[in-house]
């Protein structure tokens, strides 16, 4: 399995009346593991626009397990999930490092849809395929 880790200071506009995390900032921190992840192992967004496709999230999970307020740290460690059907699939940890609790597990599956003709795509792409090979998933 590949994963890759990033560090979030955690800002006061990501928390709510009670100066916790917003649930809804879990999905943005997903994001931001995505694309540390691709920038580590050569998936990024805009390359797989060049190669002609969007990947929409179609399917995202969160399970909360404990609180994160402002001012903390955290960490969101993202792993590489392997499948043999054309979508990218993830698995995310974040931690706080301010507290060392593991604060939320979750996962997003992502297809490809060809960018001129938004249809989907149910055929593993070329370059995605070689992506696989290249990092042994």
Not at 26 to 40: H, P, Q, S, V
Request: charged share 30%; aromatic share 14%; hydrophobic share 40%.
């Amino acid at each position: 399995m590949i994963a890759s880790e990033i560090e979030i200071d955690i800002r006061f506009s990501e928390t709510d009346a009670m100066g916790v995390v917003w649930h809804g900032n879990y999905l943005k921190f997903f994001e931001d593991g995505r694309e540390a992840f691709g920038k580590t192992y050569g998936l990024e967004y805009l390359t797989i626009f060049d190669k002609g496709y969007f990947t929409p999230i179609v399917k995202s999970e969160i399970d909360h397990k404990a609180p994160v307020y402002y001012g903390q740290i955290i960490k969101v460690i993202t792993k590489y999930v392997p499948a043999k059907s054309a979508k990218i699939q993830f698995e995310y940890e974040v931690v706080n490092l301010t507290t060392g609790e593991l604060c939320a597990v979750g996962k997003t599956m992502q297809v490809f849809l060809d960018k001129e003709t938004r249809t989907l795509e149910l055929i593993t792409p070329d370059f995605y395929r070689e992506w696989k090979e290249i990092n042994k998933v």
